[in-house]
């Protein structure tokens, strides 16, 4: 479930992923520690529960701690990975975060895939971009299963850490960015050229952020 801490958690980007999601759509939350990944997917969680939907809030270290207490104790491995697949949503927080072992890798896989193919959607919160989330679950050489987990999720868009105002841009949701830092040096035009930058605004280039997609 929600942590205690984000059971109040909202966010101006919450409602537009929950509608996503609530199409059978996904999420992919990006960006460095700190800069509000697990509130915004929080928000988005409890949108979607006060709307009816099932959702779990975990992550991969507490579901792989789960399949362990099976090993000669209650349940079975099997239930575990039931549970996480009958779900409306599954939340996985800080993937990437878990030691990235052959077998961590096939638990992985097996949960990011059943959601895949019974085309129910994954919100996943992360700090890796998704070639850097590649090599970290590939790190022990199998890079095919890496490749097949990371293609089942959805694809990063830029969400602001600081502040986000949503303006609607031919008939797209754009997300304009605002922060109290200012670049030490000048800098190219604003991410991918939809907004230019002035003189001393802020540069998204050298500060903190986060971003999400919906597929």
């Given amino acids: 479930g929600i942590k205690p ?6 966010s101006p980007m919450a409602e537009g992923i929950a ?13 460095p520690v700190g800069t509000g990944k697990t509130h915004l997917a929080s928000a988005v969680a409890r949108l979607l529960v006060d709307g009816g939907t099932s959702v779990r809030v975990t992550d991969m270290l507490g579901v792989l701690a789960a399949i362990k207490g099976t090993y000669g104790g209650d349940g079975t491995e099997d239930g ?14 800080d993937l990437g975060k878990e030691s990235p072992t052959d077998w961590t890798l096939g638990q992985v896989f097996r949960v990011v895939n059943d959601r895949y193919e019974n085309m129910r959607p994954v919100v996943v919160t992360t700090q890796y971009g ?3 989330l590649i090599r970290r679950l590939a790190k022990n050489g ?3 299963t890496a490749v097949a987990i990371v293609s089942r999720l959805s694809l990063p868009l830029p969400v602001g850490d600081v502040r986000q105002v949503r ?7 754009a997300i304009e960015w605002r922060t109290l830092t200012r670049c030490p040096r000048s800098c190219a035009p604003s991410w991918r050229g939809r907004a230019s930058r ?18």
Wanted: aromatic share 4%; proline share 3%.
């Fill in 19 to 31: 509608a996503k999601v609530e199409q059978g759509r996904g999420a992919y939350i990006c960006g």
């Fill in 80 to 93: 575990v990975l039931s549970r996480l697949s009958r779900v409306g949503c599954l939340v996985l927080d």
């Fill in 130 to 132: 998704k070639s850097d």
């Fill in 198 to 215: 002035r003189p001393g605004a802020p540069c998204a280039a050298r500060r903190g952020r986060s971003t999400a997609t919906t597929s």
């Fill in 167 to 173: 303006a609607a841009r031919q008939g797209q949701e």
């Fill in 142 to 144: 199998d890079e095919e």
């Fill in 5 to 10: 801490r984000f059971m109040t958690a909202a």
